[in-house]
């Protein structure tokens, strides 16, 4: 088992940065992909990003290119997600995940979830 706890959101205005973090226990960190995905008021949850578990390779979606940045710290068992230039579109609750790859998880195959963090953007 995996436990990820997230924290870091709130309310931001638009053009303002956030960053969330996600603290893992349990099973060895280093073993698995970390990523992030996002959940709107009536929409389906969407992937958002994920690392590999060295964190050499990422896979971010169209929507967050160039705003956001992943980044871990395997000493730590923490995952980041860094939020820049953040739109309205943007508010939703963020969920950690983690899963064996992470090409897989960006299709969304995920094998643990965090609880969720809100995220509010107002314009």
């Known amino acids: 088992q995996v436990q990820l706890v997230e924290s870091g959101g709130g309310l931001v205005q638009a053009g303002g940065s956030l960053r969330l973090s996600c603290a893992a226990s349990g099973r060895t960190f280093n073993n698995y992909a970390m990523g992030w995905f996002r959940q709107a008021p009536g929409k389906e949850r969407e992937f958002v990003v994920a690392s590999s578990p060295s964190g050499r390779i990422t896979y971010y979606a169209n929507s967050v290119k160039g705003r956001f940045t992943i980044s871990r710290d395997n000493a730590k068992n923490t995952v980041y997600l860094q939020m820049n230039s953040l739109k309205p579109e943007d508010t939703a609750v963020y969920y950690c995940?983690?899963?064996?790859?992470?090409?897989?998880?960006?299709?969304?195959?995920?094998?643990?979830w965090g609880q969720g963090t809100q995220v509010t953007v107002s314009s």
């Open positions: 995940a983690a899963a064996p790859l992470a090409i897989s998880m960006s299709h969304g195959d995920v094998d643990y």
